[in-house]
């Protein structure tokens, strides 16, 4: 019974801090681009947006209820129920029509569902548990999740950007969680504190950047996606939970592989689309809304454009005209 409530505050967190990223998404996509060398102006813009403050608040609610679930089952089987979140994500991405989606988008979502479908079915009539961590392991785990989730954001690992930044913001909230489930076990272990708040804070910038260079369902789909593959593994590998045996651990061995399949899927991003006069794929499109204020930077660019075209007309030269082409003067 412990178990089962704690799987069904799961559902409700992943509900929650999904539909939280989408909110999150479309507030981050209007603001100008943020700069890692400017930190006092990347808080305060998102701190003045309500949109981003409301969905920020959604996802702090839905992840105290996660704790919650921590307390009350293993690690790996809540984040199997948090996985089932990036359906939600889906459907907020697409204003709540699938149809909306790019193949490979719904495709990834149908294998992600699938994955956890198989999942599911590893854990009937299974009892597992999980035990209190060696601090090395912890330690080694933690690490080297960082070090990827750096690696990624700084490097790209050749992914596209916001694919690259939605692993890694992926990877800093997993650290996130693993270390909040060290805190539940209480004594020395709410040191791990210090790494819950690190590992959340940078996770949430990142995932940010990746809001301002894709759609939600890329960057947010692929952070929920390690968010919670990492974990699963962390239970059996760091926290001593076992597979079951027989076919239920194939299946759920299955149930990994398509989450995977599912995350190289989103890691696409959207594909090129041919242009209206059928000469070719259309230059990529931004993601940032056309309200958002241009730069000080851009301001000056169009400032210099403008006072360059004043000087030619003054001299009778020819121009270049907006495609390239040589533009006689007027006479």
């Given at each position: 019974?412990q178990i089962s409530v704690g799987l069904a505050l799961a559902l409700v967190s992943?509900?929650?801090?999904?539909?939280?990223?989408?909110?999150?998404?479309?507030?981050?996509?209007?603001?100008?681009r943020f700069s890692p060398r400017q930190p006092r102006r990347f808080v305060s813009?998102?701190?003045?947006?309500?949109?981003?403050?409301?969905?920020?608040?959604?996802?702090?609610?839905?992840?105290?209820?996660?704790?919650?679930?921590?307390?009350?089952?293993?690690?790996?089987?809540?984040?199997?129920?948090?996985?089932?979140?990036?359906?939600?994500?889906?459907?907020?991405?697409?204003?709540?029509?699938?149809?909306?989606?790019?193949?490979?988008?719904q495709l990834a979502i149908v294998i992600a569902i699938a994955g956890l479908v198989?999942?599911?079915?590893?854990?009937?009539?299974?009892?597992?548990?999980?035990?209190?961590?060696?601090?090395?392991?912890?330690?080694?785990?933690?690490?080297?999740?960082?070090?990827?989730?750096?690696?990624?954001?700084?490097?790209?690992?050749?992914?596209?950007?916001?694919?690259?930044?939605?692993?890694?913001?992926?990877?800093?909230?997993?650290?996130?969680?693993?270390?909040?489930?060290?805190?539940?076990?209480?004594?020395?272990?709410?040191?791990?504190?210090?790494?819950?708040?690190?590992?959340?804070?940078?996770?949430?910038?990142?995932?940010?950047?990746?809001?301002?260079?894709?759609?939600?369902?890329?960057?947010?789909?692929?952070?929920?996606?390690?968010?919670?593959?990492?974990?699963?593994?962390?239970?059996?590998?760091?926290?001593?939970?076992?597979?079951?045996?027989?076919?239920?651990?194939?299946?759920?061995?299955?149930?990994?592989?398509?989450?995977?399949?599912?995350?190289?899927?989103?890691?696409?991003?959207?594909?090129?689309?041919?242009?209206?006069?059928?000469?070719?794929?259309?230059?990529?499109?931004?993601?940032?809304?056309?309200?958002?204020?241009?730069?000080?930077?851009?301001?000056?660019?169009?400032?210099?454009?403008?006072?360059?075209?004043?000087?030619?007309?003054?001299?009778?030269?020819?121009?270049?005209?907006?495609?390239?082409?040589?533009?006689?003067?007027?006479?």
């Open positions: 019974m992943a509900v929650a801090v999904n539909w939280a990223y989408s909110r999150e998404h479309d507030a981050a996509a209007a603001m100008p813009l998102l701190l003045s947006d309500r949109r981003w403050l409301a969905g920020f608040a959604t996802e702090t609610a839905g992840w105290l209820v996660y704790v919650a679930a921590l307390r009350l089952a293993p690690i790996s089987l809540v984040q199997a129920v948090c996985a089932s979140g990036i359906a939600v994500l889906a459907l907020a991405s697409a204003h709540g029509h699938p149809t909306a989606l790019a193949h490979h988008e198989l999942l599911a079915l590893s854990l009937v009539n299974t009892h597992q548990s999980d035990r209190v961590p060696k601090w090395p392991a912890a330690l080694v785990w933690l690490g080297a999740s960082a070090a990827a989730a750096a690696a990624l954001a700084l490097l790209g690992a050749g992914l596209a950007r916001a694919s690259a930044l939605g692993l890694a913001a992926g990877l800093l909230f997993a650290g996130g969680d693993i270390s909040a489930k060290l805190v539940v076990y209480g004594g020395t272990w709410m040191l791990a504190a210090v790494a819950v708040i690190a590992c959340y804070a940078l996770g949430t910038s990142v995932l940010q950047g990746s809001f301002q260079h894709g759609d939600a369902l890329t960057g947010a789909g692929l952070a929920t996606l390690a968010t919670n593959a990492v974990p699963i593994a962390a239970g059996f590998i760091v926290f001593g939970e076992e597979l079951p045996h027989g076919a239920q651990g194939a299946l759920q061995l299955t149930a990994f592989a398509t989450l995977i399949a599912s995350a190289i899927l989103l890691a696409r991003g959207p594909l090129p689309r041919a242009n209206a006069t059928g000469d070719g794929p259309e230059a990529p499109q931004s993601t940032v809304s056309e309200t958002r204020q241009p730069t000080e930077r851009e301001y000056a660019g169009a400032r210099h454009n403008a006072n360059t075209q004043e000087r030619v007309k003054g001299l009778g030269l020819a121009s270049p005209s907006p495609t390239g082409a040589i533009r006689k003067p007027s006479r």
